[in-house]
């Protein structure tokens, strides 16, 4: 299998450096170029051949955002980008303001104190089509209206599930774990997984973010916490 290539996108050069040197330890991994922004990116040829663009956050402040994202929607518009950055720096992105050819599976939002380990391996589900966001859950939330627009599927309504099933879905999209729902709802932690799976079949989805998404399309937690 190719080695993927990553496209490192950081204002300051140590961070570049670093970043290079933990991709290149990995055998799966090579760098493919690096810029001190977007911008710089976009005039790079290099960046057109990588399966993953790895954004620090403050870099976008180097760029005319909206211009370059509209070019590299036009270049590549199949581009998988992981964004990292401090608690801050995901709290001062605006969903909103997302590439629009972006979706679920194209694009990680990553914290900076995560170890490298966890990195690499951000950078590979990022790669494989995987949603990964480790940040604010108000972020998360937001990310995933912006990112994935409508119901998880059309066909599956709410009127599908039972009163217990909607009280799970609700906790599960405000971000607690199946332990955390199971303490607010009094039940045992493997009572709630079963109930995920039901529901999950019921909506004919298969990963935790695409129930986030269809609660918060149907209205059925507050997009603000």
Avoid at 54 to 72: K, T
Avoid at 97 to 109: A, E, K
Avoid at 183 to 201: A, D
Wanted: proline letters at 4%; a negative charge; one cysteine or more.
């Amino acid at each position: 299998m190719p080695a993927t290539k990553v496209y490192l996108v950081a204002e300051m050069e140590a961070l570049r450096i670093g970043l290079g040197a933990v991709i290149k330890a990995q055998p799966d991994m090579t760098v493919a170029g690096a810029a001190q922004s977007l911008e710089r990116m976009a005039r790079d040829d290099a960046f057109r051949t990588s399966d993953v663009i790895l954004v620090h956050v403050p870099a976008l402040n180097q760029s005319n955002v909206e211009d370059v994202y509209r070019q590299l929607g036009e270049w590549l518009p199949g581009m998988r980008i992981l964004f990292f950055g401090s608690e801050r720096d995901a709290r001062g992105m605006n969903p909103a303001h997302l590439p629009q050819h972006l979706s679920l599976n194209t694009v990680g939002f990553l914290l900076m104190d995560a170890p490298a380990e966890r990195l690499v391996d951000c950078v590979r589900l990022v790669a494989s089509g995987c949603f990964v966001c480790q940040c604010d859950m108000s972020f998360a939330r937001e990310a995933l209206v912006a990112l994935g627009l409508g119901p998880a599927r059309e066909e599956a309504g709410q009127e599908d599930l039972s009163e217990r099933e909607l009280d799970v879905l609700r906790l599960v999209a405000e971000g607690l774990s199946n332990r955390q729902v199971a303490e607010q709802l009094f039940l045992t932690e493997g009572t709630v997984k079963i109930h995920v799976s039901h529901i999950m079949n019921k909506l004919a989805v298969e990963r935790r973010t695409e129930l986030v998404r269809y609660a918060l399309s149907r209205g059925l937690v507050p997009l603000e916490s």
